[in-house]
């Protein structure tokens, strides 16, 4: 992985480690805002966007959403427009965006945006149940927009979805599932009970490995030794255009000792958005059942 890339990582989960929820919903109306020339400076509200059948006229950082959020996908018409933290402003002028929408608390000063669009924040979490505030989210986005009846309809299929994977896990008893993330080759990121996925693993009856601390964000970096203490589990590490890392730590002799690496229990699976919206867990819900669905 190159150097800004992980640059952009480290700094993308300091900022989310520390920055408060603080902006409030404006009062646009749906009849000021053009749904085809939205702008979306981070990727939850792109994936409620995409949610309601909005592409977004352009994104922050799109290598890096390829990266880490993998799916939904983006068309190659949806134009970069820089960094999530500092997107290009001159560009984002040119543009004329009718609208303007981030993660509230993450991202440039609401105040400079201002002056290009009208705009607004949508929460990720209130630090405990971010699948709940996603859902609301995606009924706000609806609003502004006029897409009451997408938002519903997207939410109905999201519930069937769900639903619909449910018996593949009903045979799989009562093994934790530890979730991680590589970040380097000391230290990854695991998922606690606050997390975006833990509402799918409590409807499953799956238990969350990870009852140690986690930020608002439900999530944690933890040093490698620290996996040493989980015996009989499940471990699915999610990737990120890191394959040099990975092999780099599976040929060391601390994790070939890991216990669940000794019993064939650890998964390397594809990128999801830890920190998105509701397309992001029904994406979980299919890693998961690849990875674990009708298995013991």
Request: charged share 20%; glycine share 8%.
């Amino acid at each position: 992985m190159n150097d800004s890339i992980l640059i952009g990582r480290r700094r993308l989960l300091t900022a989310m480690a520390l920055s408060p929820l603080l902006w409030q919903m404006n009062n646009a109306q749906a009849a000021t805002v053009d749904s085809h020339r939205i702008v979306a400076l981070e990727w939850l509200p792109v994936e409620l966007l995409l949610a309601l059948g909005v592409v977004p006229y352009g994104v922050a950082d799109i290598p890096n959403y390829r990266l880490w959020v993998n799916e939904p996908g983006l068309p190659a018409s949806v134009i970069d427009v820089g960094l999530r933290t500092e997107p290009n402003l001159e560009l984002l002028t040119e543009m004329k965006p009718s609208y303007l929408v981030w993660s509230a608390g993450y991202g440039p000063d609401p105040k400079k945006l201002a002056r290009i669009a009208p705009g607004r924040g949508f929460s990720f979490s209130d630090g405990k149940q971010p699948l709940a505030m996603a859902r609301q989210s995606l009924l706000e986005m609806g609003q502004l927009l006029g897409l009451q009846n997408q938002a519903q309809h997207h939410l109905a299929h999201f519930d069937t979805f769900v639903a619909q994977h449910k018996p593949r896990f009903t045979g799989r008893g009562d093994r934790p599932l530890l979730m991680i993330s590589l970040l380097d080759s000391r230290h990854v990121l695991a998922f606690g009970p606050n997390c975006l996925f833990q509402p799918i693993l409590d409807e499953y009856g799956i238990v969350n490995a990870w009852q140690g601390e986690t930020n608002f964000w439900g999530s944690q970096v933890v040093g490698i030794d620290r996996l040493g203490a989980f015996k009989d589990v499940d471990v699915i590490c999610f990737d990120h255009g890191n394959d040099a890392d990975m092999q780099k730590l599976m040929a060391t002799p601390l994790w070939q000792a890991m216990p669940f690496v000794r019993a064939r229990r650890f998964q390397r699976v594809p990128a999801v958005w830890f920190y998105g919206a509701t397309p992001s867990v029904m994406n979980f819900i299919r890693i998961l059942d690849n990875a674990l669905g009708g298995k013991a």
